[in-house]
């Protein structure tokens, strides 16, 4: 008897699954707003140097008394290409010539000017506050804008290598306890930050918390899902995923204050803490860590919430131990070096870490760019959101008919078409897609021994891809045309390199090295 036999034993799936995994799933609403919030929290809003006018140095005494708003800029701040205030510089003393219509106003370039020393004017129409009003994030400061993200992202790679790896140590719901409590803790702390670094630091460990909380909910649900049910249960939650993208976009219209905004993504971490006491542990977790005596309770509850309170009691420690000889007798990991020991596994290794972070590179870098389409960032996010529908659907249908690497490699290569508005939203509903045909293509390319390492260093690769995505948004400040063709070339490279790998459409998960060796002779 498998661990599956066990639990179609005490329900299947039951009542306790369905609230175990609705619980679990509420929480995933706010990973988006939490992965995506700096769109909104530190958003750009319009700006210009402050306006410094001396009257008293000028012939037009007390002339600032009867000129509106429009004629002060125009004679403190010079225009630039565009005929727009410029951002980052002032004239040094008032071009009192340039309101005289039989004057013609000359380059800015040619007049002294010099930078914006006390401080910038924002335009607060759409944004009350932002971390960059709030310190002076512009300018030749504006690097720090983008450096916050990948601290953030940062924080996500930590804590899914050192979150993930307490998870197998201690226990999924310890750890899940443990991440909601460190969110809730750090967001509340972010919106506090009384400096940038401050905020990083919150940031960053923020990051960590939502790392870790993903991984021990994905465990907890797919480990209490019986296996016929697990695609249908992934799919879902890839659905509410996608739903707290709509629902960011509504949270940031209706609180302009990035400080209340990331207080309102953060808050409820309190209550999911609250209720995260009545999950139940991985009973398959239990067994393996040596704590049969816990695996035998926590079924047995399982068995009453799920109406088969007698074959619960029929389970005993000795019952449970004898039964899953083989299955633990299979469940030993192998060194990580095994991933690039055999020809093979080490092609699809590769292969796999360059789609993980171009994938995420790409995404990212389409994702956290809303401010330059040129249309309400709100709506924007709104449907950057909603194209995830029909493009997760989409996919399934596709992976499920045509294969797994057609379909990954087609979306990836149709992702390329991210240049402005509408072809960036077919691109970023591409990878969104991609990032869900290459998680179930990873889980079915790798041996049992070392899925579970496999699975995780590509995971790592595409933190690094998130790290490195707001990073490369810099290179404009050399070449504007940089960014779009670094973003639009690496999915065009992944998809390329994803047609190397094996086709598992139809086939049996492998169990030993060997078996994929073969597959690929």
Not at 448 to 458: E, S
Request: charged share 15%.
């Amino acid at each position: 008897m498998s661990f599956a036999e066990f639990l179609h034993q005490v329900g299947g799936m039951g009542r306790f699954q369905i609230i175990h995994t609705m619980l679990l799933t509420i929480p995933i609403v706010l990973m988006a707003s939490h992965n995506l919030l700096q769109n909104f929290t530190a958003a750009i809003p319009g700006h210009h140097c402050q306006v410094h006018i001396d009257a008293n140095n000028t012939r037009y005494p007390n002339a600032t008394l009867r000129l509106d708003s429009q004629d002060l800029l125009r004679v403190a701040i010079p225009m630039d290409r565009n005929r727009q205030p410029e951002k980052c510089r002032r004239f040094v003393t008032a071009q009192w010539q340039l309101l005289d219509p039989n004057v013609t106003e000359p380059n800015g370039t040619q007049l002294d000017t010099e930078p914006c020393t006390e401080g910038w004017t924002y335009d607060r129409s759409m944004f009350t506050s932002t971390i960059i009003t709030e310190w002076d994030l512009v300018c030749n400061l504006r690097k720090f804008r983008q450096m916050a993200q990948s601290i953030y992202m940062a924080g996500v790679l930590l804590g899914a290598l050192v979150l993930g790896g307490l998870s197998d140590r201690f226990g999924r719901k310890a750890m899940l306890i443990w991440s909601f409590l460190q969110l809730a803790v750090m967001g509340t702390c972010t919106a506090f930050s009384p400096s940038y670094i401050s905020y990083c630091i919150f940031r960053f460990l923020g990051g960590m918390a939502l790392s870790g909380f993903g991984l021990s909910i994905a465990c907890l649900i797919v480990e209490w899902i019986p296996t016929e049910f697990r695609t249908i249960t992934i799919a879902i939650t890839g659905f509410v995923y996608t739903l707290g993208q709509i629902l960011l976009a509504g949270l940031a219209y209706g609180i302009p204050d990035w400080r209340w905004l990331q207080l309102t993504v953060s808050l409820p971490f309190f209550f999911f803490l609250i209720y995260s006491w009545w999950f139940a542990e991985s009973a398959r977790w239990l067994v393996l860590a040596g704590k049969a005596d816990r695996a035998v309770k926590v079924l047995q509850r399982v068995a009453r919430v799920n109406g088969k309170r007698e074959e619960g009691e029929k389970i005993t420690t000795e019952i449970l131990k004898s039964k899953m000889q083989k299955e633990l007798s299979t469940e030993v990991l192998l060194p990580i070096s095994d991933l690039v020991r055999t020809p093979a596994i080490r092609r699809i290794f590769c292969c796999l870490s360059i789609v993980w972070f171009s994938t995420s590179f790409s995404y990212y870098g389409l994702a956290m760019d809303l401010q330059n389409f040129g249309v309400s960032i709100y709506l924007i996010q709104l449907i950057f959101g909603a194209v995830d529908f029909p493009a997760k659907v989409v996919v399934t249908i596709s992976m499920s008919y045509i294969g797994r690497r057609v379909t990954l490699s087609a979306f990836l290569l149709l992702a390329l078409q991210i240049v402005r508005t509408s072809m960036a939203v077919i691109g970023k509903g591409c990878l969104s897609a991609a990032f869900n045909c290459v998680f179930l293509f990873t889980t079915e390319l790798y041996p049992t021994p070392i899925r579970q390492t496999g699975l995780g260093f590509g995971s790592t690769m595409a933190r690094v891809g998130g790290i490195v995505a707001p990073l490369a948004k810099m290179l404009d400040e050399y070449f504007s045309f940089l960014p779009p063709v670094v973003y639009g070339a690496a999915p065009i490279i992944s998809g390329i390199v994803a047609t190397f790998l094996p086709e598992t459409l139809n086939q049996p998960l492998p169990d030993t090295v060997e078996e994929v060796e073969s597959r690929l002779v």
